[in-house]
């Protein structure tokens, strides 16, 4: 049993995609009958309107969730510049010939817009109705056609390492002849599970495999569906920082605010509201002065984290943010944290997320 916390889901984001392990698709399974894939999931039951994402989550009103969790990892002062450089790195004019002309000395950014005209796409059913620009549209049937890998052999320097680029994509072939729409690749990222999706669509099946080369290099769509609510829009805001932060080694700044806020110390997990299943168990937390966290789970080890704390609400009102970085499953979770002194005089540190809260009661050193 761990902490209770946020589980933060795989964001496959334009930056952090680099790191994750796929399989080579070494070309199209021909085999592959009717429409499968994510295609369904991304259209719904009753189809599903899809908006360019970060149109959407990149506004002066959602400037201060981005800096929030940006704030917890680096420290207060590092969040309006990291904020500024990940919104940066996402939001270029450029791909294709001209990106792979710009980055040639070094460098990258992605356009994760919505191209050739397209405004709003629908997928419903095995149907794709793109709405454009200039108020036209067109709707064209798809099939299935298994997966391929996009950015099979492209590597890039992230963070000091050579990283490969590949990942996979479900594709799906018009029925008719579609121009610029003729095929769409589909990450696996559904509003579910994601809070955003991630496609490419183009004529050609081979120069969309491109990701660093060819028309199409440097340019990953990203879309949310548009009646999002708030929730959803936060969400996904949470995903996206949280998958880009360099969780290598603390700052000086977050290191201060983690002992500031009183993470720094050993913690025992009140599990009575969990009833008697956990009647025996005890579960312990210790935060040193470096941000490194383990957990104990009736003398056994469970996790081994960094953890990341921000008053982000009224200063010294006790709530904030807490994030930890495990180092075992190399994934970011968040949590929003409650600060409290107990009748006994003990600090009681309340982490609170979807599928419950649990208490924290600081020890005696």
Not at 127 to 151: C, F, M, P, R, W
Not at 186 to 210: K, N, P, V
Not at 328 to 344: G, K, Q, R, T, W
Request: overall charge negative; proline content about 2%.
């Amino acid at each position: 049993m761990k902490e209770r916390k946020i589980k933060v889901k795989k964001f496959v984001s334009i930056l952090m995609a680099v790191l994750l392990c796929v399989s080579s698709a070494a070309g199209i399974n021909a085999e592959a009958a009717g429409l499968g894939g994510v295609f369904p999931a991304l259209a719904g039951e009753e189809g599903t309107t899809y908006v360019s994402l970060f149109d959407v989550i990149i506004s002066d009103q959602w400037t201060p969730v981005w800096q929030d969790y940006i704030a917890a990892v680096l420290g207060e002062d590092a969040a309006p510049d990291m904020t500024a450089r990940l919104q940066s790195s996402i939001t270029s004019d450029l791909y294709g010939e001209a990106a792979v002309a710009a980055f040639a000395d070094g460098g990258y950014a992605f356009n994760c817009d919505f191209i050739n005209g397209a405004q709003s796409i629908t997928f419903k059913d095995d149907t794709a109705t793109i709405l454009k620009t200039d108020g036209t549209s067109e709707t064209h049937t798809y099939e299935y056609l298994g997966q391929v890998n996009v950015g099979e052999t492209e590597t890039m320097m992230y963070q000091g390492m050579e990283i490969s680029m590949a990942f996979p994509v479900d594709v799906y072939k018009s029925t008719d002849e579609a121009g610029e729409f003729n095929y769409f690749f589909l990450r696996e990222d559904t509003m579910a599970e994601t809070y955003h999706i991630e496609f490419r669509y183009g004529r050609d099946l081979e120069e969309l495999q491109g990701y660093l080369v060819g028309p199409y290099a440097y340019w990953l769509a990203a879309g949310i569906d548009e009646s999002a609510d708030e929730e959803t829009i936060r969400r996904v805001i949470a995903l996206f920082c949280l998958e880009n932060m360099d969780y290598s080694a603390h700052t000086e700044a977050a290191i201060a605010q983690l002992e500031d806020l009183g993470f720094v110390g050993s913690w025992q997990a009140d599990l009575s509201p969990f009833g008697e299943a956990y009647s025996d168990v005890e579960l312990t937390m210790s935060i040193d002065g470096n941000g490194h966290g383990v957990t104990i789970m009736n003398g056994e080890q469970t996790a081994d984290f960094e953890a990341y704390a921000v008053d982000n609400g009224d200063k010294g009102d006790g709530q904030g943010l807490y994030v930890a970085w495990s180092n075992l499953e190399f994934e970011a979770e968040a949590a929003p944290y409650s600060m409290a002194v107990n009748d006994a005089g003990q600090a009681v540190l309340t982490l609170t997320a979807d599928d419950g809260t649990i208490n924290w009661v600081r020890q005696a050193e």
